[in-house]
C-alpha cells in the first residue's frame, strides 16, 4: 500500500470547506448589514402655515433630528397633500393656528410613520398647549391595513428573476443539449416565464391577498418587466461565461442588490449614496415601482420603468454575444470535422490496423 500524498488533492480539500465558510459568513454579513445602519436620513417633510411658527418648528426639529429630517415649504395644506402623494415627501405639518394638523401616509412604509410618530412626539412636547390632529392621506387597502402584505412582494421580486435565469439555462442546456442553446429558443423561454410569472405573482399578491389594490394588468407588467430582466442577465452570464455566471448573477442580485434594494431595510433608512445604488437595480426599483402603482398613482414612475428594461437589454446583448461566439465556435469545428474526413483513421477493433481508401494495409482491413 503506497504512502503517496497527492497534494493537489488535499488543497482543493481544504479550500472547498475554507470557502463554503467564507460564502456564508459573507451572506450573513450582507443581509444583516442593513439592520446595522439603518436611521432615518434627511427624510424630506413638507411643513406650511406662517412664517414665524415655520421658523419655531424649523428650529425645534434642527436641535432634535437635524440630520433625520429635511423640512421642505410648501404653499399650503393642498400642495403638501400633493407632494405626498407624488411621493415628494412622507408625510408634512400644517402649522394652521385654528386647527394644527400632521398629515402622514401610511402606504409609505414603516420608515416614513416612524419618523412621523418621532416627529409628532417632538411637536406635542415643545407646545404643550397645542394638541396637532393626525390625518392619513395614503392608507393602506382594506385588504391589507397593516401593510404587511405588500411587504412580502420584494421576496418574489429579489429571487424569482435568479430563480428562473438559473432554473431556465439548466433545463434547456442539460436536457435539450444543443438545441437548448439557440438563442430564438432561450429568449421565448425567458419572455414567457417573465409573462407567467408576472400574471400569476400578481393574481396571489392582488385579488388573493390583497396586497396590491391598483391596476391587475399594469402590476403584472411591471413584475414580469422586473423578473424577466434579472433572468435575462442570468441566462446571457451563463451562456458567456459558463457555470461561474450563476456566481456572478448571486453576487450581484442577491448578495449585492437585496440588502439595498429596500426589501429587508425601507430605503429611507440606508444610508445615502446606497439607497440611491438600490434604485438602480431591478429589485430596488421594482419595488418601488409597485408600491407606487398600488398607493401612489401621482408619483413618477419613468425611471422605475426604464431601469428593469435597461437591465432586460443587458441580458438580451449578454445573449446575443455568447450566441455568436457559440455560432463561430460551431463552425469552426465543422470546417474541422470536414477536413479530416477524407483521411480519418479508423482503427480495427481486433488489429488495430488503420482503415484507408486503398491499399494494401485497407486490404487486409477488409478482409479481417
Excluded: K
Excluded at 187 to 214: D, H, M, N, V
Amino acid at each position: 500500500m503506497s504512502d503517496h500524498v497527492d497534494a493537489p488533492a488535499v488543497g482543493r480539500t481544504v479550500f472547498a470547506p475554507v470557502t463554503a465558510a467564507l460564502a456564508v459568513c459573507l451572506v450573513l454579513v450582507a443581509l444583516s448589514w442593513p439592520t446595522l445602519v439603518a436611521r432615518p436620513r434627511q427624510v424630506p417633510v413638507a411643513i406650511t402655515g406662517q412664517p414665524q411658527l415655520v421658523q419655531q418648528v424649523r428650529a425645534a426639529v434642527g436641535r432634535q433630528a437635524a440630520d433625520a429630517v429635511m423640512l421642505v415649504r410648501v404653499a399650503d395644506r393642498s400642495a403638501a397633500v400633493a407632494a405626498i402623494r407624488r411621493r415628494d415627501a412622507v408625510g408634512a405639518i400644517v402649522l394652521d393656528p385654528t386647527h394644527p394638523e400632521v398629515l402622514t401616509a401610511a402606504a409609505a412604509g414603516t420608515a416614513a410613520q416612524q419618523v412621523m410618530s418621532q416627529l409628532l412626539a417632538g411637536l406635542q412636547q415643545q407646545s404643550r398647549a397645542i394638541t396637532f390632529s393626525v390625518t392619513d392621506v395614503v392608507p393602506y387597502s382594506t385588504g391589507d391595513p397593516a401593510g404587511n402584505r405588500i411587504t412580502t412582494a420584494a421576496l418574489p421580486l429579489a429571487l424569482g428573476g435568479v430563480l428562473g435565469g438559473v432554473l431556465l439555462t439548466t433545463f434547456l442546456t442539460t436536457f435539450l443539449g444543443a438545441t437548448g442553446r439557440r438563442r430564438g429558443l432561450m429568449l421565448a423561454a425567458l419572455l414567457g416565464y417573465g409573462l407567467l410569472a408576472g400574471f400569476g405573482l400578481t393574481a396571489i399578491l392582488g385579488p388573493w391577498y390583497g396586497a396590491l389594490p391598483g391596476s391587475y394588468l399594469i402590476s403584472a407588467l411591471a413584475i414580469a418587466l422586473v423578473i424577466g430582466s434579472v433572468a435575462s442577465v442570468v441566462a446571457g452570464l451563463r451562456r458567456l461565461i459558463g457555470l461561474p455566471g450563476f456566481a456572478v448573477s448571486a453576487l450581484l442580485f442577491i448578495l449585492a442588490a437585496m440588502p439595498i434594494s429596500g426589501a429587508t431595510v425601507p430605503r429611507e433608512l440606508l444610508p445615502g449614496v446606497w439607497a440611491d445604488l438600490g434604485q438602480w437595480l431591478p429589485q430596488g426599483t421594482g419595488t418601488t415601482l409597485l408600491r407606487n402603482l398600488s398607493y401612489f398613482p401621482d408619483a413618477v414612475t419613468a425611471t422605475d420603468w426604464l431601469v428593469p428594461a435597461a437591465w432586460a437589454v443587458l441580458g438580451l446583448l449578454l445573449i446575443l454575444v455568447s450566441g455568436r461566439r457559440a455560432t463561430s465556435g460551431e463552425l469552426a469545428e465543422d470546417r474541422q470535422s470536414d477536413r479530416s474526413e477524407p483521411g480519418e483513421r479508423v482503427e480495427d477493433d481486433h488489429q488495430g490496423v488503420p482503415a484507408a481508401p486503398g491499399g494494401l494495409a485497407g486490404q487486409r482491413a477488409r478482409q479481417a
